[in-house]
């Protein structure tokens, strides 16, 4: 039982443009909404993460929108560059830390 | 970078054999997570270890053991080796806080191919 979806899969935006990725979970215990980028041969690198508690949380160009009843969450790049083309992956934990992460959005940003 | 390192970064075993992984915990960290992320997927947790004892486990098999030791490095043991472990392993550590870590640094894993 997948319990983090995420779509989509691959994205492909100009240089400039605003990328976004969703997700949608399942378990209501989900406490914690981290994003992490990982790009090829490195392991993931946590971005930005929100609380259920707060519907926005905004970092520089990376913004995350929280929908606590529709049990939804999206990462928004703004100005997207090329440095940004990397694999991104949501994800959701329970209070015990345990991360159940989405299968990921490859990105790749145009020149 | 993170203050997360792991060893080897590759390795190629057989079928049937067994493995062992290494991970050095940034300072500080008193919390080690194991993942698995096949090719294309994400991260998959196997397990979790807060002052040297387990503390969670994903749906993995008891073939799949951990340790943590005293100065809060980590190992990971896989025996008798499938096919389907053919993956990345990701070791991550955090500060737990006693309310649960949060923050996770993750290492840049083990390739682990199995033939």
């Known amino acids: 039982q997948q319990q983090v979806k995420q779509s989509p899969q691959s994205l492909i935006v100009q240089k400039g443009g605003i990328s976004i990725i969703n997700c949608a979970y399942e378990?209501?215990?989900?406490?914690?909404f981290p994003w992490y980028q990982q790009f090829p041969g490195k392991g993931p690198a946590l971005l930005i993460a929100i609380r259920p508690d707060v519907s926005e949380k905004k970092e520089g160009r990376f913004t995350i929108s929280f929908n606590k009843s529709a049990k939804q969450f999206s990462l928004h790049i703004m100005d997207s560059q090329p440095g940004d083309s990397a694999t991104y992956f949501c994800a959701a934990n329970t209070n015990a830390g345990k991360s159940t992460f989405g299968d990921g959005t490859t990105l790749t940003v145009k020149p | 970078e993170t203050g997360v390192t792991q060893s080897p970064t590759h390795l190629i075993k057989t079928r049937g054999q067994q493995v062992t992984l290494r991970c050095s915990s940034q300072s500080g960290h008193n919390t080690v997570s194991w993942y698995q992320q096949a090719l294309g997927q994400g991260p998959q947790f196997i397990f979790q270890y807060y002052r040297e004892e387990e503390n969670g486990r994903g749906n993995f098999p008891p073939r799949f053991s951990g340790l943590q030791f005293p100065n809060y490095s980590s190992e990971l043991n896989v025996n008798a080796l499938e096919l389907d472990d053919s993956a990345l392993y990701l070791c991550?550590?955090?500060?737990?806080?006693?309310?649960?870590?949060?923050?996770?640094?993750f290492g840049s894993g083990t390739q682990l191919s199995v033939l």
């Open positions: 378990n209501t215990a989900f406490d914690y």
């Open positions: 991550a550590s955090s500060w737990d806080d006693g309310t649960g870590p949060e923050k996770l640094f």
